[in-house]
């Protein structure tokens, strides 16, 4: 295993900068990475072909003393719902099989100016759609740490990508828990930013008023440094939010939480937690408080509906986003007949049963008669989610719970039992409602298992920097006492 | 298959509503910065925004908004103080996301009217709603008969039409109108479309799809009270279409109901060729749009000195501009509806604001230049004569320069474009004869000419003077004023 | 409970074309998922109001400005069919 893929991202980009290495040879170790362990991991389902072209561009603007990029020579792994030039967008869906989008979006256009390398897409479960990948038309990919296990979901493919070492960094999205779910049982980072903090034009939507880019790295300042570059104003984006983006790198270098109130919300554990994951999460919360933090703990009554809620709301979106995969414009056109005949086979060939499940029950939560029952009432009691975030964050700074409540689970065991899979999304969903900041940072291993176990932390919108304060004094003082990152325990393909 | 349109008044009571949606005249489409040119080559006018490509997102262009707050406010509307959009979901495919983004129960503008003029009346129409939304691509139909969908082979799609804003603007039920119901309702269009063109906001060009309505209709059994059940007649795109469609389909459910059936609800398509309409999908058949807040905008909110802003900016609205020149001119209503019927209200206004006599102008324009225009085709408006030549012809007559003979040749210069009335009378030396004693020497010829006239004349029968004007009249070929001429044969004979 | 005809009807809503064996295998799923969602409907949220939008924005607008639009190559690039620069779809059976 070559050394520089096991560099942070931070160090690469130090590296290519100060030209002790060049971005080609960064690209080459991690493209040789991917050549050698992704036939196992299958992270990824595109590899882009100008990669190392990409790198040599870099190089040369270097050599040509043109100012670099922060993320200079660093490559990135891409979930494959982000449209990319050149390379295709698929979505984990058989509709959108060879999809070359004509533009691309605002998150990879940054990516490119800050001198990221777009190393590929990466597989994730059919248009975000769950929590294992496994609902991807190109078959699941494998955790690190255990092939025989799901990586999480939806961004199993960049938390899987990250965790093999295949890339420093890596993008996804959380709807309801997609990029913090996948980090946690892949043992690595991954932040949802406040929603409206990232851009959504050019991520192929699912639920448009949750959809939250975000980054997954193997450390704390490493996805705060993702966050940076990828975040900020989108005017093309009616929902992104004209502010300065929070300081996530400064919290990042400079985690403490001496004097910091933070909240145990008692709401998000007991049954169907796992033992181990409560106590590596037991753990955390002392730990934080012999670091100098104020914790107590704080009930919000009404995240025991988020869930219910997430599977009104999402669905209904998504049913509406998904309409236009239709066989008429672009992507799969199946079968003969009428318009009408075609769009219909065209969507029964090309979607997956999840996606399917969910237009249905998107649809029948719109329906006329049901609307007010359903999606009506999801929507009111979004509002008292909310209104429990902000009564909370009057008392403390930051919130901090399991981010799941199970570790990674074996491949096929919730696959057609789509309630006990939703479970997995229990405790991300509630900041995705309500469009806070929040982030997954390995707590350690369950003892039953040897499985990663991830501390969420949530922070109120717009203050996604405290997160980055709480995650970088846990990482630090957990490195401390075990020696190494978490990553170096894994017995599988991880390591 | 029908009854009289008569006979069907006799028994029923028809109620009618109007939705019309209107293009807005903006330089870019609804949600992206794509061009609105009409008649561009196909496919040339799109973006990922309006092609509904995955992972694309709207903007809400905010002229848009102005517009349709400008049409809410001329409408007499109230203006929310927050609305949002919401998504139409249906699949078809000149549809590029398979959802309009439109609005649902939160309308832009709300609870408005337009008073409009029939036969010397007022009727005022009260306005439901005015809301905005994105407009479709467009299909061509292949094979079978005349480009109609039915019996196409397949259908191509241009979506350069695709995120045109479009304003619906939704009448509420209209009563009480009897047999004068489809007059009326072309009134209202004719009046609508006045209006969104005294604000600039549309081209309104029917015929260009830029105005389109929908007629619904309902019959109910005279002074039952009860409403009938409505039909929604659409494709009806000219202010005559708007006339005949509900004529043909108050005949239409007077005889459904008259053989005791019961009138469906559904859409109905009007026919330009036959005048009639048929049916189109039932309304009754499931079709659930599934309106939700459209999660991809946010609210819209405008703040009350915005919308005064705009309201201070509004122009003079055709039932203000009626009302002052009905008395600035003293006219009639039916004389008012006349100018504006024959499309010269402005170029009578500009002529008067020359200085010509309101009588004077509304005499050339709607006499001499209307027939004129008429011979040519055109609008009197567009004829190649300016207000401020008529006028000027205008004044050459009452100078006593002009009469009235000599006057239209000015204007046929003109209009030929010899160049302006005074250029035209130099070149073609059409000024009266002013000069007295030229014109004495023809008298005395036509007195010498015509003995027995002038004897009559001298004994007091003055009405014989008539012909010796028209004799003096021929001599000077026409260009002797013949009040002056009067007078001159009546001092020699004295 | 919701019925197998109302999955059935809810699929052609849908514009999904599914077999028999499909429906038959998703309506007790959906009927499983509806009936645990409806817990939203146990929370006393009389007078709450409704939350579509988390970030409390109002009025983005952009100005009515041009902005470049795809060539037609582009725009036509990933169709299915085309013709005369047009996208070409089958016959279209109902009259919008």
């Known amino acids: ?495 | 298959m029908t009854v009289m349109y008569e006979e069907a008044l006799q028994k029923y009571e028809p109620v009618f509503g109007l939705e019309t949606h209107v293009e807005l005249g903006t330089r870019t489409k609804m949600f992206c910065g794509c061009t609105t040119v009409f008649g561009a080559d196909p496919n040339t006018q799109v973006c990922p925004v309006c092609l509904g490509l995955p992972g694309s997102l709207p903007v809400v262009n905010r002229l848009a908004i102005e517009y349709a707050i400008k049409i809410g406010l001329a409408l007499n509307c109230s203006i929310a103080s927050w609305c949002r959009f919401a998504r139409k979901n249906y699949f078809y495919p000149d549809m590029p996301k398979d959802f309009q983004i439109s609005q649902y129960d939160e309308p832009l503008c709300a609870d408005g009217y337009l008073d409009v003029l029939v036969g010397g009346e007022t009727v005022r129409v009260g306005i439901e709603r005015v809301h905005l939304e994105e407009d479709t691509g467009k299909s061509l139909h292949v094979g079978g008969a005349t480009g109609r969908i039915q019996g196409a082979e397949y259908s191509l799609v241009d979506y350069n039409r695709a995120g045109i804003p479009l304003v619906e603007i939704v009448t509420k039920p209209v009563p009480g109108t009897g047999y004068m119901a489809p007059e009326v309702a072309k009134a209202y269009v004719t009046e609508l479309r006045d209006v969104l063109r005294s604000l600039g906001v549309s081209d309104v060009r029917m015929e260009e799809g830029s105005m389109r309505c929908d007629v619904n209709t309902s019959l109910s059994v005279l002074g039952s009270g009860v409403l009938g059940t409505r039909t929604e007649t659409k494709n009806v795109n000219s202010l005559r279409s708007v006339e005949r469609a509900m004529h043909s389909e108050i005949e239409r459910q007077a005889f459904v109901l008259d053989t005791g059936d019961r009138v469906i609800q559904e859409t109905r398509h009007f026919h330009e060729d036959t005048g009639t309409t048929t049916s189109g999908r039932s309304k009754e058949e499931a079709q659930d749009y599934r309106y939700f807040p459209e999660p991809d905008l946010v609210p819209v909110a405008p703040a009350s000195s915005w919308v005064e802003e705009i309201r201070a900016s509004l122009p003079e609205l055709p039932s203000a501009r009626r009302s002052r020149l009905l008395s600035a001119w003293s006219l009639s209503e039916l004389e008012f509806e006349a100018l504006r019927n024959a499309g010269a209200l402005d170029v009578v206004e500009a002529t008067v604001a020359h200085g010509a006599s309101p009588a004077d102008a509304r005499k050339w324009w709607l006499g001499e230049l209307a027939r004129k225009a008429n011979d040519a085709g055109v609008e009197v408006s567009s004829l190649p004569i300016t207000s401020e030549a008529v006028a000027r012809v205008s004044a050459l007559v009452s100078a006593g320069t002009l009469n009235d003979r000599l006057a239209r040749e000015v204007i046929d210069g003109v209009l030929e474009g010899e160049g302006t009335p005074d250029e035209v009378v130099e070149k073609r030396g059409l000024a009266v004869v002013s000069d007295d004693s030229a014109l004495l020497s023809a008298i005395d010829e036509a007195l010498a000419a015509n003995p027995a006239v002038a004897g009559k004349v001298r004994s007091g029968k003055v009405a014989a003077a008539g012909v010796i004007v028209g004799a003096v009249m021929k001599a000077t070929g026409g260009k002797a004023d013949a009040a002056r001429v009067r007078e001159l044969i009546l001092e020699r004979l004295s | 409970m919701i019925t197998r005809d109302e999955v059935a009807h809810l699929a052609r809503l849908s514009r999904l074309a599914l077999s028999d064996q499909e429906l038959d295998h998703l309506a007790p799923q959906l009927d499983q998922i509806i009936s645990a969602v409806a817990q939203v409907q146990e929370v006393a949220a009389e007078g709450i109001p409704p939350t579509s939008h988390a970030t409390g924005l109002t009025n983005v607008f952009r100005d009515d400005e041009p902005a470049p639009c795809l060539s037609p190559g582009q725009a036509l690039s990933q169709a299915p069919a085309e013709e005369l620069q047009r996208f070409k779809v089958p016959r279209i059976l109902v009259e919008e």
């Open chain 1, 1 to 495: 295993m070559s050394e520089l893929i096991t560099k942070t991202a931070a160090e690469l980009a130090a590296a290519v900068a100060s030209g002790e290495v060049s971005a080609a040879e960064v690209t080459a170790a991690h493209l040789a990475r991917i050549e050698a362990v992704d036939g196992q991991v299958k992270a990824f389902l595109h590899v882009a072909s100008d990669a190392v072209a990409q790198a040599e561009a870099i190089d040369a603007k270097r050599a040509a003393g043109e100012p670099l990029g922060p993320l200079a020579g660093v490559p990135v792994a891409v979930k494959d719902l982000f449209t990319t030039v050149g390379m295709p967008t698929t979505c984990g869906s058989r509709i959108l099989e060879g999809w070359h989008p004509p533009y691309e979006s605002t998150i990879t256009s940054r990516l490119r100016d800050a001198g990221a390398i777009l190393i590929g897409k990466t597989n994730m479960d059919e248009f975000a759609m769950g929590s294992s990948t496994e609902n991807s038309a190109y078959g699941p990919s494998h955790n690190p740490w255990d092939l025989s296990l799901v990586p999480g979901g939806s961004s199993g493919g960049s938390a899987a990508a990250v965790a093999a070492y295949e890339a420093p960094l890596s993008l996804g999205t959380d709807t309801g828990g997609s990029i913090r779910q996948p980090a946690a049982v892949c043992g690595i980072v991954g932040a949802k930013p406040t929603y409206g903090g990232s851009s959504r034009y050019g991520v192929v939507a699912f639920a448009s008023s949750l959809d939250t880019p975000g980054p997954l790295a193997r450390n704390v300042l490493d996805t705060a440094l993702l966050h940076e570059v990828m975040s900020g104003h989108d005017p093309m984006d009616s929902t992104s939010i004209d502010a300065p983006v929070p300081p996530v790198v400064e919290a990042a270098r400079h985690g403490d939480v001496s004097g910091m109130r933070i909240g145990v919300v008692t709401d998000l554990s007991g049954d169907g937690y796992q033992p181990g994951v409560l106590s590596r999460f037991a753990e955390a919360v002392e730990l934080l408080e012999s670091l100098g933090a104020k914790v107590t703990e704080v009930s919000c009554p009404h995240f025991k509906y988020a869930l219910p809620a997430y599977y009104l709301i999402a669905p209904s979106e998504a049913s509406s986003n998904l309409a236009r995969f239709d066989g008429m414009r672009y992507g799969l056109r199946a079968g003969s007949g009428s318009a009408e005949e075609v769009m219909a086979q065209t969507r029964a060939e090309g979607f997956g049963a999840e996606v399917k499940r969910r237009i249905m029950l998107g649809a029948y939560a719109l329906s006329s008669g049901y609307y007010d029952a359903y999606y009506g009432k999801a929507q009111q009691v979004r509002t008292l989610i909310i209104r429990d975030f902000q009564a909370a964050f009057e008392q403390v700074d930051v919130l901090v719970s399991p981010v799941t409540p199970t570790t990674a689970f074996p491949i096929g065991e919730r696959a057609d039992d789509p309630m006990a899979m939703y479970l997995a999304d229990l405790c991300t969903i509630p900041s995705d409602l309500a469009g806070n900041a929040a982030i997954s940072v390995p707590c350690g291993l369950a003892p039953e298992n040897g499985l990663p176990v991830g501390l969420h932390v949530m922070a109120p919108s717009m203050a996604d920097d405290r997160m980055y304060r709480v995650g970088a004094v846990v990482e630090a003082a957990l490195q401390s006492r075990w020696g190494h990152p978490l990553l170096a325990e894994a017995k599988g393909l991880a390591s």
